[in-house]
């Protein structure tokens, strides 16, 4: 069984660039919610996606947006980068709707806007 | 809206002494509550969840509605519980979104 993992792992883009961030579910998950973690601060949630569908959305514009594909892997997209938006991303994967369900993390992708 | 309070940033404990680091918690309806742990260098981890009434690496949690807390205890620290903990609250809407805190970062001395 593999866990979750996400690319790249690192990324340096530049403000009003687009980035594209991947993760790939643990086996046997078709649910991941992506997080954003400023410095200093706990996981905010972005949006989460079940069996290919946008299920939930936290207080994020409309320029992060994400897509899951069939096998369960995810992106998450980020249009018209600003400076707030150097963070850590987060992905999780977990089976299923249920709120006390474990979500499985991955390491994250370090995103650093100049 | 919900929200999760974690007052200490920082807390710090001699090897052997009881640890309690606390959670608040604001949510209207009925939450599901967690604590997760990332250990140095390695990823988020779900340490316990309320709905379980576990207890891991000897760690407890009890949540206290009257109170809104949810607060993670341990009788006698070790070293090896040095680590960054989150709390955090899973509503009952369909997405399930975990609301976090902003963590303590907890160092047991040795």
């Known amino acids: 069984e593999t866990g979750v993992t996400q690319s790249p792992t690192h990324l340096i883009k530049t403000r009003g660039q687009q980035v594209t961030l991947r993760c790939s579910s643990q086996?046997?998950?078709?649910?991941v919610s992506w997080y954003q973690q400023a410095l200093g601060q706990g996981p905010q949630f972005i949006f989460q996606?079940?069996?290919?569908?946008?299920?939930g959305r936290g207080n994020f514009p409309p320029r992060f947006s994400g897509l899951q594909f069939p096998n369960y892997s995810s992106e998450l997209n980020v249009n018209a980068l600003e400076l707030d938006d150097s963070a850590l991303y987060l992905c999780?994967?977990?089976?299923?709707?249920?709120?006390?369900?474990?979500?499985?993390f991955g390491p994250g992708t370090r995103l650093t806007v100049l | 809206a919900q929200r999760v309070t974690q007052p200490e940033k920082l807390l710090s404990v001699f090897k052997g002494a009881p640890v309690e680091l606390k959670c608040n918690y604001s949510y209207s309806g009925s939450p599901e509550l967690f604590w997760y742990v990332q250990y140095s260098r390695q990823r988020l981890q779900l340490l316990l969840r309320?709905?379980s009434r576990e207890s891991i690496k000897g760690f407890t949690a009890d949540l206290n509605k009257g109170e809104t807390s949810f607060h993670l205890k341990k009788p006698f620290a070790q070293e090896e519980d040095s680590a960054m903990y989150y709390c955090?609250?899973?509503?009952?809407?369909?997405?399930?979104?975990?609301?976090f805190g902003s963590g303590t970062q907890l160092t047991v001395l040795p």
């Open positions: 996606y079940y069996r290919e569908e946008e299920n």
């Open positions: 309320h709905i």
């Open positions: 086996s046997g998950h078709n649910t």
């Open positions: 999780a994967s977990s089976f299923g709707l249920v709120s006390y369900n474990e979500q499985f």
């Open positions: 955090a609250l899973s509503d009952s809407g369909s997405a399930r979104q975990l609301t």
